[in-house]
Structures are given as C-alpha cells and as structure tokens.
C-alpha cells in the first residue's frame, strides 16, 4: 500500500507529519514523499526541511494521496504538473486526502466538484468557491474523499483513515502507541469556541479575508 | 529567543514537529534544528528526512532545548558528544525539555536527577533508572525542565509552553491557528483507557519489557 505524501515550497509541516506519523504505522503502509521534483523541500517557516524522496513523475500510482495545506498553497493553485499528477494518480486510488487548506489544491484540480469537504477553518468560504461543499467538521469523508480541517486535524483524519484500511484495533493500538491522549491547555482550537477578539483578529489577517471566506 | 530541537538518527518525527509547529509560533522565536553533525538526519522508519541546519558546537547558547524521543534514543544513552552539549548548553536555558523518550536522554545526561519527569508510557519505570522521578502526567513542570509523554504529547506540552512565555493570548492564538481541537476516533490514546489487550500486546513487545518498566 504505496501512501504518497505531496510536499511544496512552504507547505506546514504538522499537515504532513501528523498524517504520517499515524498511517506509517499502517500495516503494509509505505510512505514516500514526493515533489514535483525530488529534493529539499522548505515548510511555510523555511526553517524546517523536508526530503522529497521522489518526484510525482517517479509515483504514479499511489494507493493513498495526502495533500497537506500551509502559506504555499496559494501556488499550488493553477493549473499544471501538480493538478495533472493529482488527476491522474486520483483515477487509481483509494483513499485521495488533504488536510487544512490541502483541500483547496485538490478542490482546484477539479477532485472535489460537488463533494463534501472540509478545510481551516480560515479557508471554508473560499473551498466553497472551488467546487467543493463546505463542512464545518474537523474530518469529512465523501466516498473515497477525505479532508481535515486545519493542521493538527490530520491526526485525528489519519486515525479515522487507519480504522477503514486496517480495523479498530490497528488504529486503536497505533493511538495508543503514539499516546494521542490529548490535553490542550486551552478549549481555544475552534472558532466558535476561542475567545472571539482573537478569533476575529485572525480573521482580519487572514489571506483568505479580502475573499470574504472566513 | 533561540530554540535548538536535537536531531539524531532514527528519532520520532513527530516529537520534534509537533513542539515546531506550536513554537515557531512564538514571537521572536527562532528554531534550528540540530544534530551531532549537520546535514539530513533520518526518522524511525527511515522514510523521512529532515535536514539538521546546524552542528550542535554551532549552538552553544540556546534559550530553549527540545529533546525528541524515538527507537534511536537507546543509541544516545552513553557519555559523549551529546551529553557534552546537553549538559552545557542546559546552564544556558531558560527552558530544558523533552518528548517521549527524549527524557530518558535528558536523565542519561544527568539533568533530571531528583527532578519530576515522564516520558513515553512504556518508558516511565526506565526513566527512574536514570535518576528522575517518574510521574504518569502528559506534561510536567519542574522548575525550568519540561518533560512530554509519548509523541504526540508535544504538542500540549509546547502549548504549555508558550503560554508560559507569551501568555495566555498568544498560545489560546497559536492553539486556534493549528486549529488544536482534538476530536479522536477512539479513548484508547492511554494505556489505562485503552483495550486492556491492546496495551498488554504494547507491553509485551516493548524494548523496555525485559527492564520490567512498564
């Protein structure tokens, strides 16, 4: 079970980690990173770098796709090697994902056109504006469709992924071993529960804000 | 402010990019990721890649040092470079801290005699052969030393963190920006709420097993 992990200029790098830290665990998983060329690839920090060990040419038919989000997303959009490999390497696979604004890259490309997905909770409006239907939740399966809100959400989508390929006691011990167990020191992970003048802050800010998406 | 996170071959990646993401975040941070020698360094599995930027002699003073754990921690537990800069680079920090397994490192070194720690569940009987008192919390504060429980603990503690040093606002901000609220697919993220068969299956296989520490 060949599980690609798509990596680009200034990708976040929890989108792609969490994800691979739970499905490597899969049964039979074999994880490759993989650019549109081989090499170093810089997450949104430029601080952290990640080894694309394969171009996308070098894997075109993963069983599972993992698109991760973060600020270099917004160049991942038009169309072009990226789009064309997503298309193709979606004809043969199971599972075609994405987490945090991951899903706008696959709604671009044409993969979601009246699915139900989900995307940071910053990005929802604007998934909505490339064909995808919009879900508040923090993972959304729409057949063999999955996407993850933002960034720490991949985890729990992993998880959940885990559960369908190999059973609940794969995922069940691959969360145990990982001690996922979590204690956040705050309930501030969801807009709806954040104090709102942070949450409206980060509104303002928001790339996606001039769209009206967020 | 600068926050040094310890590369060595075969650690977990996920106990070093789950602090990154929450502390890269923190105003006027910067992180360098650094191991003995500099240059790529690889994970668990040997499928991810991340590049070491720095030497550890070419961070002699940082403000913050993160220890990941991982199965290649057993392969740093003897007296040398490491410990070496561990050690001196410990009389520098305002904070001092671990991931898993990376406790036992930081106890190896001889930094946590005395001190409350945890690690890893299945590590906790051997961190008290290191020195520390072990204690079965996701994160714990003594004095300036700051220890996680198994990988994706990271996470929380580095929230912690960051409250610690920023305040409340700014962690609550970084919290809703990796939209942390964790909803996972089962209870079965501690060995005391998970399937009983499940952990015992964990325990029997353990590296820690014959040590008799979990």
């Given at each position: 079970m060949q599980i690609a992990i798509v990596l680009y200029d200034r990708f976040t790098a929890l989108d792609a980690v969490g994800p691979y830290q739970v499905l490597s665990?899969?049964?039979?998983a074999e994880v490759v990173f993989a650019a549109e060329r081989a090499g170093r690839v810089s997450d949104e920090e430029r601080c952290l770098h990640l080894s694309?060990?394969?171009?996308?040419?070098?894997?075109?038919?993963?069983d599972i796709v993992v698109v991760p989000g973060g600020p270099g997303q917004h160049d991942q959009m038009d169309d072009g090697a990226l789009h064309d490999w997503l298309r193709a390497a979606d004809r043969g696979t199971a599972w075609t994902t994405s987490v945090c604004t991951g899903s706008l890259i696959l709604g671009a490309a044409g993969l979601l056109t009246g699915r139900r997905a989900t995307s940071h909770w910053l990005a929802l409006g604007e998934l909505g504006r490339h064909g995808a239907v919009p879900v508040a939740e923090r993972v959304v399966f729409d057949g063999k469709y999955v996407t993850a809100a933002g960034v720490s959400s991949g985890i729990d989508m992993a998880l959940t992924l885990a559960a369908r390929i190999a059973g609940d006691e794969t995922a069940q011990a691959i969360q145990l071993g990982i001690e996922y167990d979590p204690q956040p020191p705050?309930?501030?992970?969801s807009p709806d529960r954040a104090p709102a003048e942070i949450a409206n802050a980060m509104r303002a800010r928001s790339r996606f804000h001039a769209a009206g998406s967020a």
């Open positions: 665990n899969v049964p039979g694309a060990e394969a171009a996308l040419a070098d894997v075109p038919r993963p705050y309930d501030a992970g």
